[in-house]
């Protein structure tokens, strides 16, 4: 069985298609950063080559010599001779098992030849191979590549049941409580911050430099923009995800919505920008954090998407 927090529509849509022998060759899981994209992904593959426990725990830990995982390397992008290599192995007999697996993490970091070269393979794939492809969208991908591809777009997990995932792993009531509603259904995030304090330490530090961009002139927001810029892609899309729910619960709390702020640690701040900024000009700000964070997920200039925001938000 297919063993996942949270997604249970889509693990009961891979567990029939697996039961009934029609499970697709491509598959291409898309949603948010974080959300539990990559777990399913291994998580399948496990299933799929785990004959034996030692088989599946192999998979699981990446090292099951018929799984193939691809990730971006040095640069931010999957060039086409590591991906044809790939595709290459695919064409072999599996080692162990009954197919060979590719995963293919960040697959909207894969060059246009990249993605050609993939199409190729999906058009005419071997039989016993399965395609896994990871991305935050279908935008960054070529139509013929995604209609190829059996599409599952996860969705954010409820918080309820993140929280009884953290508790089943030794989270105390209350750290589950306050992690569960800070991650706003990203599973991932929340598993994450449980096991490594200084995940909970980088959201605050984000914050902070959020709260002083606001009071900050042009000059320094775009030093800080050329910073952040240079961090990796999970520290960026999970700096401007904290700042789009920060901005959310600012608009929650200015619009009287009942409920508690999911930044109940910065409820003075909440407050006093919710009574500071006008709806408009909170909904202007959601909006540009949001458009920033899918620019960079479809590869658009990191640096000039960043610019652009922070020029973009309020000055106090």
Not at 261 to 281: E, F, R
Not at 283 to 290: D, E, K, N, P, V
Request: charged share 20%; hydrophobic share 45%; aromatic share 2%.
């Amino acid at each position: 069985m297919i063993e996942l927090t949270g997604h249970d529509w889509a693990v009961r849509h891979l567990q029939a298609a697996l039961v009934s022998g029609q499970l697709a060759q491509s598959h291409l899981f898309v949603g948010p950063p974080s959300i539990g994209k990559s777990t399913l992904a291994r998580a399948l593959a496990a299933e799929l080559l785990g004959q034996t426990e030692r088989a599946r725990a192999l998979a699981m830990q990446g090292k099951h010599p018929d799984l193939l995982w691809v990730e971006p390397q040095e640069g931010g992008s999957i060039k086409v001779e590591a991906l044809r290599e790939v595709l290459r192995a695919l064409m072999l007999s599996p080692v162990e098992g009954k197919v060979r697996v590719a995963v293919i993490q960040d697959a909207h970091q894969m060059t246009d030849s990249s993605q050609n070269a993939l199409l190729k393979t999906l058009e005419e794939p071997n039989p016993s191979t399965v395609v896994i492809l990871v991305a935050p969208s279908t935008e960054a991908l070529l139509p013929t590549i995604v209609s190829r591809c059996q599409v599952l777009n996860l969705r954010p997990v409820p918080t309820k049941v993140i929280e009884q995932a953290l508790v089943a792993r030794g989270a105390e009531p209350s750290q589950a409580h306050v992690i569960a509603r800070l991650s706003r259904g990203r599973v991932g995030w929340a598993l994450r911050a449980l096991s490594n304090p200084d995940v909970l330490t980088a959201r605050q530090q984000c914050l902070e430099a959020l709260r002083a961009l606001l009071s900050a002139n042009r000059s320094q927001r775009l030093a800080y923009a050329e910073k952040l810029a240079r961090a990796d892609a999970t520290e960026l899309q999970d700096t401007l995800m904290t700042w789009a729910l920060f901005w959310r619960d600012v608009a929650r709390v200015a619009s009287g919505a009942s409920g508690e702020p999911i930044h109940l640690d910065l409820a003075d701040w909440l407050s006093d920008l919710a009574q500071h900024l006008s709806p408009t000009t909170l909904l202007a700000t959601i909006r540009a954090t949001m458009k920033a964070l899918r620019q960079i997920d479809v590869n658009v200039n990191t640096r000039l998407a960043l610019d652009v925001l922070v020029l973009q938000l309020p000055r106090l």
